[in-house]
């Protein structure tokens, strides 16, 4: 596949942008870990596409080391405020439903890759690993780029994206890395 039909079928998710940078570009903080270890979404220990399951900082990096490209797909919103959590969570949901999709129809065209997306694995309405039960997923359980401590901030301005879109609105980035 073209990058140019990849930016096409971007568009065509509903995407607002879509970026290409080499993957080594990539900068990552393993002290990040501590913003998930504080549970702030209540997913840590209970997803498993979340620490501590996922794995440590140094074995997320390491998944992402083979991999050469680094597919950036960017959903702004407007939610009006910040407070407005329904919002915020409808515009994360949209991208997050949009970035399986494209990236189904990438690997289904025989592009192979690593996924990210915005916040913890959604698959199942409530993670088995909130049950202690095995994954139903478990060839597939993509993390978020929190989960990896990639600086998504440095990622955006790397890509030319904006990170801090202004009062009321919101950014949500998925990636999907490839050889």
């Known amino acids: 596949m073209t990058d140019q039909e990849i930016f096409q079928m ?9 970026a290409v ?3 080594d570009r990539l900068e990552f903080d393993p002290g990040l870990r501590k913003y ?4 702030l979404c209540g997913n840590y220990g209970k997803n498993y596409s979340c620490p501590p399951f996922c794995g440590t900082p140094a074995e997320m990096r390491a998944r992402t080391e083979k991999y050469k490209r680094a597919w950036i797909f960017q959903t702004i919103g407007d939610v009006g405020s910040w407070e407005n959590q329904n919002s915020i969570k409808e515009v994360r949901d949209f991208h997050n439903r949009s970035s399986r999709s494209l990236i189904g129809s990438l690997r289904e065209k025989g592009m192979k890759g ?3 997306l915005a916040g913890p694995c ?6 088995m690993g909130f049950n202690g039960k095995p ?3 478990p060839e597939e359980v993509p993390s978020c780029i929190s989960a990896y401590c990639m600086k998504a901030e440095k990622m955006a301005e790397d890509a030319g994206l904006e990170y801090w879109c202004g009062e009321g609105k919101v950014a949500f980035f998925s990636l999907y890395l490839t050889e």
Do not use: R
């Open 135 to 137: 994954c139903c997923h």
């Open 10 to 18: 971007a568009d065509q998710a509903g995407f607002t942008h879509a």
């Open 21 to 23: 940078i080499p993957a």
């Open 36 to 39: 998930c270890e504080e549970n």
């Open 122 to 127: 959604a698959a199942c309405e409530v993670c």
């Open 114 to 116: 690593l996924a990210m």
